[in-house]
């Protein structure tokens, strides 16, 4: 079993930034996807980005593509998303997600190639 905890949220002003962490502890993700998704109130939770387990291939939503940058350290079993030029609407509850099956651009960006997820840390920009 994986168990996410992400850290690092909190309130920012617009054209801010923030460091999202993501902490793997119990079984390794050392081989496997990690990614980002967000959800905000009322809405679905939606993609933001994913790294392969040797960071060769990145992933991201077009609604963060060139403001947000996803990364891991495999040593310290830890992802990161920095966020930058933050925006109102980047505010949602971010979760964390690992994959020990995802092979595919369809598997790695979508819900239904994770099975493991972060309890969500929470993000607010404000205008």
């Known amino acids: 079993q994986v168990q996410l905890v992400e850290s690092g949220g909190g309130l920012v002003q617009a054209g801010g930034s923030l460091r999202l962490s993501c902490a793997a502890s119990?079984?390794?993700?050392?081989?496997?996807?990690m990614a980002w998704f967000r959800q905000a109130p009322g809405k679905e939770r939606d993609f933001v980005a994913a790294?392969?387990?040797?960071?060769?291939?990145?992933y991201y939503g077009d609604s963060v593509k060139g403001r947000f940058t996803i990364s891991r350290d495999n040593a310290k079993n830890t992802a990161y998303l920095q966020m930058n030029s933050l925006k109102p609407e980047d505010t949602a509850v971010y979760y964390c997600a690992g994959s020990t099956r995802a092979q595919t651009y369809a598997e790695r960006t979508s819900r239904n190639g994770y099975n493991y997820w972060g309890q969500g840390t929470q993000v607010t920009v404000s205008s």
């Open positions: 119990g079984r390794t993700l050392s081989y496997g996807t």
């Open positions: 790294i392969t387990w040797r960071g060769d291939s990145t």
